[in-house]
């Protein structure tokens, strides 16, 4: 009966996309259940995962929100 | 001073919706509170309660995501 | 598939007990199952309860523990 | 390694904004983070927070939702 | 900057275990953050894992408590 | 109606101690709860703290627990 909660920022992976892609949180979702399998032996029809995408300026790291912390990584001050 | 957090999926509860209503949220509202108040004597003045909506892509059960698990129980495979 | 999380501080709900009891739990899961049942249609088998209880120097409230909130409750400063 | 979880209801904090400002945002963040560090000596490299903007419909007091609850204020029942 | 919770209940994954074992969690947290590298390029130094352990007593399903739950499935009505 | 969840590790913050103390508890709620009032005019009376506290088994960082990040450091390799 696990609940696996994945928090992320709502960014994309790579150019041209700005958030997770369906493929991915399927990925995400196949994955967590498959650890659960594998380590606890935790069925997979009874783990739920919830994956909560978080806009850059709601989460923060270092004292900054990400969407500051970007923007200095673009800028090689990070 | 209970908190009490409800997840659900993005989703109507019947056809032509497709997400809780105001009036659904707030049943759930009125509910959570009683419960508490019910079975713990927790004044209702003291209870939150936050109803969390995750979109169907972002939730998962058996190892797929609930937009997949819908499509296969509308084809009969579920 | 909903998920209902119940955050309660660890207290009695009367005189003698410290604690919620296994029957007031097994009726906040019992209740908060029903409630998803009666107002969206969902399966008490699809719904989960995490009940969490938390000490009650771990709780605040108006800027202090519940354990200062229920000395001040006790001393009548309430 | 601390998470800092700050729930809100999304409204303004005065006339004219209906959301948490960005700066708003921005100070939350360094203010947790420097709480952090003040009290339990965490650097603020290794602390996150996360910001949830809750719907006013989708949180709960007094058994009912905050849209209600800001009526019977606005109206000067509360 | 993902930050990935599981919550399981508090029993073991074999006879003689009342408890995931600490080298189980240890495969969690490098499973979970494995996984947010392979499917979202997060670098393993940028994902924190949280394991919560919740009580039998606490955690409901199908309207009854996982304690409850085991029971009968040990009496083979489940 | 702000609700601020503070995870931490269960550590001390300095030598003799493998806890957060009382009065650290206290100064985070005090703290967490005059950041909402500086920041969003929430009055303290209506934001709730909630202290969770992780044993280092349970949380992972860097793809392991801090049990075995703490060795390292202890050790000189972090």
New interface residues.
């Given amino acids: ?9 709502r960014e994309g ?2 150019p041209g996309r700005d958030a ?1 892609t ?1 493929e ?13 399998l ?5 069925p ?2 009874s ?8 806009d850059t ?12 912390y970007r923007k200095l990584q673009r800028d090689g001050k990070k």
Wanted: glycine share 8%; proline share 2%.
């Fill in positions: 009966m696990p609940v696996v909660t994945i928090q992320i920022t992976s790579g997770a369906k991915e949180k399927a990925a995400l979702i196949k994955g967590a259940s498959q650890l659960l594998d380590v606890l032996n935790k997979v029809n783990t739920f995962v919830v994956i909560e995408e978080v300026d709601n989460w923060g790291w270092e004292g900054m929100s990400i969407t500051e």
